[in-house]
């Protein structure tokens, strides 16, 4: 009987290993089809609380996509293809950049800057890399006229 019980938590295990790099493999596979399509960037976004004095988000790693006049955020860590946030260039309101504090920077990549970004009701900070906020920035300034675009963010 134990030889059975035994033969059968190695089947249990292996099958778990089995599932966990299919599913690693898979994320592999969604990364590299966003990243292969151009225009995608790594960044780290959470969420602020619309009312006064609310507690922020926890950061959550993930990789910006760039599509006309928006920018997909997708999680690193899941299989969707569907973005988690959408956030529009038109009426967009960036402000605040800032360094990340000590216990924030153990959670994000490193050599950071975090921007707050404003679209309509939706609050967030963006965390990124010196390149890929040059090129946020760039994105934005590239709006077409009329596109009303408020930047306030200080070197």
Same mark, same amino acid.
């Given at each position: 009987?134990?030889?059975?019980?035994?033969?059968?938590?190695?089947?249990?295990?292996?099958? +778990?290993?089995? $599932?966990?790099?299919?599913?690693?493999?898979?994320?592999?596979?969604?990364?590299?089809?966003?990243?292969?399509?151009?225009?995608?960037?790594?960044?780290?976004?959470?969420? +602020?609380?619309?009312?006064?004095?609310?507690?922020?988000?926890?950061?959550?790693?993930?990789?910006?996509?760039?599509?006309?006049?928006?920018?997909?955020?997708? #999680?690193?860590?899941?299989?969707?293809?569907?973005?988690?946030?959408?956030?529009?260039?038109?009426?967009?309101? $960036?402000?605040? #950049?800032? #360094?990340?504090?000590?216990?924030?920077?153990?959670?994000? +990549?490193?050599?950071?800057?975090?921007?707050?970004?404003?679209?309509?009701?939706?609050?967030?900070?963006?965390?990124?890399?010196?390149?890929?906020?040059?090129?946020?920035?760039?994105?934005?300034?590239?709006?077409?006229?009329?596109?009303?675009?408020?930047?306030? $963010?200080?070197?």
């Amino acid at each position: 009987m134990g030889e059975h019980l035994a033969l059968d938590v190695g089947a249990v295990l292996a099958a +778990l290993a089995a $599932v966990c790099a299919l599913f690693f493999l898979a994320m592999a596979v969604r990364r590299r089809l966003f990243v292969r399509g151009g225009g995608a960037v790594e960044c780290s976004l959470r969420e +602020l609380p619309a009312e006064e004095g609310g507690a922020p988000g926890v950061w959550r790693l993930g990789i910006g996509r760039y599509k006309g006049d928006v920018l997909h955020w997708h #999680r690193v860590f899941g299989l969707s293809r569907r973005p988690r946030q959408v956030i529009h260039r038109r009426g967009l309101v $960036v402000s605040n #950049r800032r #360094r990340p504090d000590p216990e924030e920077a153990e959670g994000l +990549l490193p050599d950071v800057s975090i921007i707050e970004v404003r679209d309509g009701d939706l609050t967030v900070e963006l965390a990124m890399g010196a390149s890929a906020l040059t090129g946020f920035l760039a994105w934005l300034e590239a709006a077409p006229p009329g596109f009303p675009v408020d930047l306030h $963010v200080p070197e």
